[in-house]
């Protein structure tokens, strides 16, 4: 229990009592960090060190377009210092939570803000927005780390030594993971460097390494694809060199899709990680490295 220090003052003409705490109580204490998926939970974690107690909205294994909050969230964002977001539509039915959960004067950031997002494309004859997946990019990763780093030292200036040292650690070894990427995922052929998935996610990924996202099901993973665009899709993967197709863990009913799909094309399915961490991939680098093998097994 921390110390008070009391002094007299005099207002009015009056003796009042005022309860000073001894100690900053946001210094003296864990920063309490909540965030909407488990991705940027790990960012606010390796910045933050012993220093924060980061909690995510959306749990490990869950698909961040379907999951539902409940009391519990509300109740995690009540006692919250700071609230970390992707933004640029991916999480933003969990901003009105996060905004009337929170108290008075918690900060809300989105980290995506700021970077450029790829421009609107066309699929099955239909305008679609961008894709909100910035961080399969190292780095746009990189670029969430700062601003995380920037928020957690506005927020305690104290700690801003301990928060810019564990930022640099982490960087340099984001930009260590970025070179990985680049020099192996180049040993992939060029014919063969064609991404076929369940939805939207990997637009980011693709641009920054050298691939083409050229078809997926779904732009949004709760819609269901119609028969017209699975056949389209069996025809397209059929005519790959390397006959392979992604789903991605948190897609229950996408995953079945795409298993009819490659028994229709005679081709394999693979795993890529996009919307969430999990037990057995519990860091963003675990989890660049994870896909970074699959992509080579997949089409090397």
Same mark, same amino acid.
């Given at each position: 229990?921390?110390?008070?220090?009391?002094?007299?003052?005099?207002?009015?003409?009056?003796?009042?009592?005022?309860?000073?705490?001894?100690?900053?109580?946001?210094?003296?204490?864990?920063?309490?960090? $909540?965030?909407?998926?488990?991705?940027?939970?790990?960012?606010?974690?390796?910045?933050?060190?012993?220093?924060?107690?980061?909690?995510?909205?959306?749990?490990?294994?869950?698909?961040?377009?379907?999951?539902?909050?409940?009391?519990?969230?509300?109740?995690?964002?009540?006692?919250?210092?700071?609230? $970390?977001?992707?933004?640029?539509?991916?999480?933003?039915?969990?901003?009105?939570?996060?905004?009337?959960?929170?108290?008075?004067?918690?900060?809300?950031?989105?980290?995506?803000?700021?970077?450029?997002?790829?421009?609107?494309?066309?699929?099955?004859?239909?305008?679609?927005?961008?894709?909100?997946?910035?961080?399969?990019?190292?780095?746009?990763?990189?670029?969430?780390?700062?601003?995380?780093?920037?928020?957690?030292?506005?927020?305690?200036?104290?700690?801003?030594?301990?928060?810019?040292?564990?930022?640099?650690?982490?960087?340099?070894?984001?930009?260590?993971?970025?070179?990985?990427?680049?020099?192996?995922?180049?040993?992939?052929?060029?014919?063969?460097?064609?991404? $076929?998935?369940?939805?939207?996610?990997?637009?980011?990924?693709?641009?920054?390494?050298?691939?083409?996202?050229?078809?997926?099901?779904?732009?949004?993973?709760?819609?269901?694809?119609?028969?017209?665009?699975?056949?389209?899709?069996?025809?397209? $993967?059929?005519?790959?060199?390397?006959?392979?197709?992604?789903?991605?863990?948190?897609?229950?009913?996408?995953?079945?899709?795409?298993?009819?799909?490659?028994?229709?094309?005679?081709?394999?399915?693979?795993?890529?990680?996009?919307?969430?961490?999990?037990?057995?991939?519990?860091?963003?680098?675990?989890?660049?490295?994870?896909?970074?093998?699959?992509?080579?097994?997949?089409?090397?």
């Amino acid at each position: 229990m921390k110390k008070k220090a009391y002094r007299l003052l005099l207002v009015g003409g009056a003796v009042c009592l005022l309860a000073l705490w001894s100690a900053s109580s946001l210094e003296a204490r864990q920063l309490q960090v $909540v965030t909407t998926f488990s991705i940027l939970q790990d960012f606010v974690q390796q910045v933050g060190g012993r220093e924060v107690a980061v909690h995510a909205l959306v749990p490990l294994g869950a698909d961040p377009h379907t999951w539902e909050p409940s009391p519990r969230e509300a109740g995690l964002v009540a006692k919250a210092d700071l609230l $970390v977001a992707n933004g640029a539509a991916f999480d933003d039915w969990l901003l009105p939570v996060m905004r009337s959960a929170a108290g008075p004067h918690v900060s809300l950031i989105l980290a995506s803000e700021g970077l450029s997002l790829l421009e609107a494309h066309t699929h099955h004859g239909h305008t679609h927005a961008h894709d909100p997946h910035l961080w399969l990019s190292v780095p746009n990763a990189v670029a969430y780390v700062e601003r995380i780093t920037q928020a957690l030292q506005e927020l305690s200036p104290d700690r801003a030594d301990y928060f810019a040292e564990n930022a640099a650690r982490y960087i340099q070894e984001l930009w260590a993971l970025d070179g990985r990427l680049a020099a192996e995922l180049a040993e992939i052929p060029p014919e063969n460097r064609i991404i $076929v998935t369940y939805h939207n996610a990997f637009s980011y990924l693709a641009e920054r390494y050298g691939f083409e996202v050229v078809e997926f099901l779904v732009h949004n993973p709760e819609a269901e694809p119609n028969p017209r665009d699975l056949g389209r899709l069996v025809e397209l $993967v059929k005519q790959l060199e390397k006959p392979a197709v992604f789903t991605e863990p948190q897609l229950n009913s996408g995953t079945r899709y795409i298993q009819a799909l490659a028994q229709e094309a005679g081709a394999q399915v693979f795993t890529l990680y996009s919307d969430s961490l999990s037990e057995a991939v519990p860091t963003y680098v675990e989890m660049m490295e994870y896909n970074l093998q699959v992509l080579l097994e997949a089409l090397q």
